[in-house]
Structure formats: C-alpha cells, structure tokens
C-alpha cells in the first residue's frame, strides 16, 4: 500500500477517488489547542494507485486487435468505467494479480465509455466484465467484481 496521507478531509485530497478512509481517534495525540492536533484526523488510500499499476496494459478499440487478439499467451480484459463503483474496488486486486501471473498473464484494461465498439462486438452488458482472452479467442468471462482469491481460482482454471 502507498504511503498514507495524512488530511483533516479525505474528500480534500481524493474527490474523484474509491478508496479506504480510516478515521483515527485511538491514536495518543497532542490535545486541542496544545501542539498541531487540531481535531480527528484520516488517513486516506486511493486505492486505485496504491499498487504498481504500469503492470497493467491500458487497451482501446484501435489497439485491441494487436495488443489483445494477437497477443501471444493468455490476455484478461478488464471491461470497466469511470463510474464504476465495483470496477474501482477490483483495480488494486488487478494490480496484484498482474503482479502474481507476471510472465503468464497480461492485464489489460479497457474503458467502455472511451471505446463502446469493442464491448458491443464482445457483448458486454455489465460491468465490470473480466474477460480471458487465449489465442485471440475468449477462453472465459465473469462479471462483476470478485476477490483476489476467486480471480485467481478462475484464473487457474482457464490458463
């Protein structure tokens, strides 16, 4: 996880962003007034950049065909949006994944509001929509946001 931040509003310091937000009162801090506490603080994760995320290929309707269909080994296409709540909280189990199958597996991301030909000629209908890709062929699809630990069970079981 990426180093936190300390903030006195996490909507400050992430308006657009899905993350964790922990509130901590437990912590011994200076009093008010004595010292630089002033009040509860956060500490706030954008969890969408917590992880090495140029590990992940970022795809559109003009690249897909070489970096997807002709990709040598196994490709999962990640059908997502920007409004997505569920497609943000599956990025950082992404990044681990593409960090775990690295050598195996390439991750791609597509995002169906900048590119709407390649969903609709793949039939993709919700989001976010995890698509295996082998050969140029589509081995598997799930839909919907799953754990790191039920990716990769369907992972095994395709690759």
């Known amino acids: 996880m990426a180093c936190a931040t300390r903030a006195t509003s996490p909507a400050e310091l992430y308006p657009n962003s899905w993350g964790t937000i922990v509130r901590v009162n437990h912590l011994r801090l200076p009093e008010r007034g004595k010292g630089r506490y002033d009040g509860p603080r956060f500490f706030a994760y954008n969890l969408e950049n917590s992880m090495s995320s140029d590990l992940i290929k970022h795809v559109s309707d003009a690249s897909f065909e070489a970096d997807v269909l002709k990709a040598e080994g196994a490709v999962l296409v990640d059908y ?64 919907g946001a799953l754990s790191k630990s039920q990716l990769a069970a369907f992972l095994d079981a395709n690759i």
């Open 80 to 143: 997502w949006a920007e409004w997505c709540g569920p497609c943000k909280m599956i990025a950082p189990v992404l990044d681990e994944i593409a960090e775990t199958y690295k050598g195996k597996l390439t991750v791609a991301k597509l995002n169906i509001d900048e590119n709407q030909e390649t969903p609709a000629k793949h039939g993709v209908r919700g989001i976010p929509t995890l698509m295996l890709f082998k050969n140029g062929n589509v081995e598997a699809t799930k839909v």
